[in-house]
Nanobody, 127 residues
Framework: QVYLSESGGGSVQAGGSLRLSCVRSGSRHTNFYIGWFRQAAGKEREGVAVIATDDTTKYADSVKGRFTLSRDNAKNTVYLQMNNLNPNDTGVYYC?????????????????????WGQGTQVTVSS
């Protein structure tokens, strides 16, 4: 079993920054790609970004240039640095993971490609 635990959410004003963390545990395997999704109230969950096993990344157009993924393998942790936040970034942010079929594989930012999910952390951006 794989467990994911998010932290770092909170409330900020527009233009502010937050850093989310996702800690993975429960599996001895290390070849996971890790993604972030978010869901605003009344809206569908949307993919935000994913980091592959070779640390290459992919971002949704809505966050390119503002959000940055990084990974600390020693801590089994992935970070999502979010800068220049705006109210449209408000929502519950979920960390998700799946075993990677090959090194460097970056899946589509769709929920179906991720088998393990965290409980989510709330991000609220006020104008």
């Amino acid at each position: 079993q794989v467990y994911l635990s998010e932290s770092g959410g909170g409330s900020v004003q527009a233009g502010g920054s937050l850093r989310l963390s996702c800690v993975r545990s429960g599996s001895r395997h290390t070849n996971f790609y890790i993604g972030w999704f978010r869901q605003a109230a009344g809206k569908e969950r949307e993919g935000v970004a994913v980091i592959a096993t070779d640390d290459t990344t992919k971002y949704a157009d809505s966050v390119k240039g503002r959000f940055t993924l990084s990974r600390d393998n020693a801590k089994n942790t992935v970070y999502l640095q979010m800068n220049n936040l705006n109210p449209n970034d408000t929502g519950v942010y979920y960390c998700a993971a799946n075993r990677s079929p090959q090194d460097g594989y970056r899946p589509p930012l769709k929920s179906d490609y991720f088998g393990y999910w965290g409980q989510g952390t709330q991000v609220t951006v006020s104008s």
